[in-house]
């Protein structure tokens, strides 16, 4: 099984800056794809950005040049840096990683969540 810890979520006025992270931890395997996701609400989750195990990445629209996502594959934890924040960035921030595990039927794939991390901008 593979666990996911979030931190670095909080209350910052626009313009400001965070920084997330979320590291990995259990019987991994290999890690492949690592991102990030958000939901405000009453709005469905969506894609902020991802990352893949070669470090392609992908950014929605909407923070491309202010966000940027970093991953350790050293410590199975992905970053993501978050710069001039709008208060319309504001929302409970989720990492996903997906990979492949250890386990006992052998080697088999998994997708985890984190908890969730809040993240509120104010005008």
């Known amino acids: 099984q593979v666990q996911l810890v979030e931190s670095g979520g909080g209350l910052v006025q626009a313009g400001g800056s965070l920084r997330l992270s979320c590291a990995a931890s259990g019987s991994i395997f290999s890690i492949n794809a690592m991102g990030w996701y958000r939901q405000a609400p009453g709005k469905q989750r969506e894609l902020v950005a991802a990352?893949?195990?070669?470090?392609?990445?992908n950014y929605a629209d909407s923070v491309k040049g202010r966000f940027t996502i970093s991953r350790d594959n050293a410590k199975n934890t992905v970053y993501l840096q978050m710069n001039s924040l709008k208060p319309e960035d504001t929302a409970v921030y989720y990492c996903?990683?997906?990979?492949?595990?250890?386990?006992?039927?052998?080697?088999?794939?998994?997708?985890?969540w984190g908890q969730g991390t809040q993240v509120t901008v104010s005008s």
């Open positions: 990352i893949t195990s070669g470090g392609s990445t």
């Open positions: 996903n990683v997906r990979g492949y595990s250890d386990s006992q039927l052998g080697v088999v794939e998994f997708g985890s």
